[in-house]
């Protein structure tokens, strides 16, 4: 049996687990590490069971939990590698400085360097010295490791206390190759979005298909050909155009929106249901609705039309993800 549940839809945070055979797989991580247990355990689902965690891309709501997520299970993180180092720039930005500050940084260097090459040629060092230290050094080296305390080599991977990006595994995978997770095999496709290297996601276990895709500006023909022939669909319904346009944002943050790397209207996703897709899936989750920009029955009802003439007892069963509260379990 397959399992789908949405754990938190929105701008405040992402989050959903897909379970197949004896796999279960975290996606996005855009809840506290202590919110998205209670989420889980709200559920059925046990946080220690989670195998790994993907990311669709790097912005905030899908990566804020990531790092205390992943360090407290000791599972790995997969990302592209483009969306891994966007990530640890977001974790670990650069100080800006100012020429004076820069100046005396390059004084403070200067002087150090000349300490060092003046205390090496104070100090005699004869080829015997050399040795002992050497033997010192291994001796110590020895010693150490089987205490089972050696220090991770200086180019090695750094510790949870030394870098807030430290994980305890990172595996890098590339939009268009497909790769498996346990018993789950996950393809991940290119979105258009105003990120790294964005991606969506189709899951396939014991033959049945789940599909990802928000966060998307419009959708382009390989998204179009990703999502055919699924048996659950998860699909972006970010806004009402009119609400968007009336709305609170400031007009360059509704021209990132409306943009094609922004985010699906209630109307694009519709014009999208009503024309493209094939009416196979069980269930069609909408999801990433804006709080401020939208209404859940603006959602529905828009969805509703454009599926019209496609309901039935065995597909297209329309439900809604929240960003409070947990949408209950979907088993195929």
Excluded at 62 to 85: S, W
Excluded at 156 to 161: I, L, N, Q, T
């Amino acid at each position: 049996m397959v399992r789908f549940t949405v754990l938190a839809s929105g701008s405040k945070g992402n989050s959903a687990v897909v379970s197949g055979g004896r796999t279960r797989i975290l996606v996005d991580c855009g809840l506290s590490c202590r919110e998205l247990f209670r989420r889980m355990r709200l559920v059925g689902e046990e946080p220690e069971t989670l195998d790994a965690i993907v990311i669709t891309h790097e912005h905030m709501d899908h990566v804020n939990g990531l790092a205390v997520t992943a360090r407290k299970l000791g599972i790995p993180v997969y990302f592209t590698e483009a969306t891994y180092r966007a990530w640890m720039r977001w974790l670990t930005p650069r100080r800006q400085m100012t020429y004076a500050q820069w100046l005396v940084q390059c004084r403070k260097l200067a002087a150090e360097r000349q300490a060092e090459a003046e205390a090496a040629q104070a100090c005699e060092q004869d080829e015997q010295d050399t040795e002992i230290q050497l033997e010192n050094v291994a001796a110590e080296a020895e010693t150490a490791l089987a205490a089972g305390e050696a220090q991770t080599a200086p180019d090695g991977p750094p510790s949870r206390k030394q870098d807030p990006t430290w994980l305890p595994a990172v595996e890098y995978f590339q939009a268009g190759e497909a790769f498996e997770i346990g018993d789950i095999a996950v393809s991940p496709f290119t979105i258009p979005h105003d990120a790294a290297d964005p991606v969506g996601f189709v899951f396939r276990a014991e033959g049945v298909r789940l599909a990802c895709a928000t966060d998307l500006g419009y959708i382009p023909p390989n998204v179009k050909a990703q999502l055919k022939g699924v048996d659950l669909l998860l699909i972006e319904s970010n806004h009402d155009l009119e609400m968007l346009r009336d709305g609170p944002y400031p007009w360059s943050v509704k021209q990132r929106v409306l943009s094609r790397v922004g985010h699906l209207s209630n109307e694009a996703t519709a014009d999208y249901l009503e024309k493209v897709y094939d009416g196979q899936a069980a269930y069609v989750i909408l999801a990433h609705l804006s709080e401020s920009n939208n209404l859940p029955e603006l959602a529905r009802v828009t969805a509703e039309r454009a599926l019209n003439g496609r309901a039935s007892l065995l597909a297209n069963r329309l439900l809604l993800a929240a960003q409070h509260e947990p949408l209950s379990p979907i088993s195929l």
